[in-house]
């Protein structure tokens, strides 16, 4: 009992906080209502946010929903990442006239290491809950997070797949 209690008032907590922090913009809604929603409901752009992704879940009375919205921000952010990824290698391929061939090779090898695990440096940007129930959330990475993790991705693969990088 006194778990639920402290979960529940660090939720009520929580979204207080955050919550309040952005202000609402016309024309963005929840996507299971109309009701007005932060800008970065509807992938907005945050300052000092280089790649995000929003997740959703239906609130639960031991806090879980936070979680499972988080979980599913961060499935949505290995995707971004991958693509962030594959669009940096393609341009450093065209820049140094890296044939194709090589790149189709060299593309897989890299964003297989992209997982909910290397996810480190994810943060919290934001937390919403709806008049429906429904809490939102925001997780991103900044820039220089961002660049670690490709780092590490390109420095693994090198690693475990030499031949494709000669």
Known sequence: MIYRNFVI????LFFGSISSSYAAVAGCVFYN????????????????VEVSAVGSSEASDLGAGV????????IQLVQ?????TEN?????????????????NIIPSVTKQITVGSLSGTRLFG???SKGGTIFVLIGLDVASMQKI???AVST???????VWR
């Open 9 to 12: 008032i660090f939720v009520a």
């Open 33 to 48: 209502s109309q009701e007005v929603a932060p800008s970065w409901i509807c992938d907005a752009l945050v300052e000092g």
């Open 67 to 74: 979680a499972d919205a988080v979980n599913s921000a961060r």
């Open 80 to 84: 971004r990442m991958k693509v962030q």
């Open 88 to 104: 940096t290698l393609r341009q450093f391929a065209a820049r140094n006239n890296i044939p194709p061939e090589k790149l189709d």
């Open 127 to 129: 937390a919403v809950q």
């Open 150 to 152: 490709f780092q590490a």
């Open 157 to 163: 693969s090198k690693a475990n797949n030499p031949e």
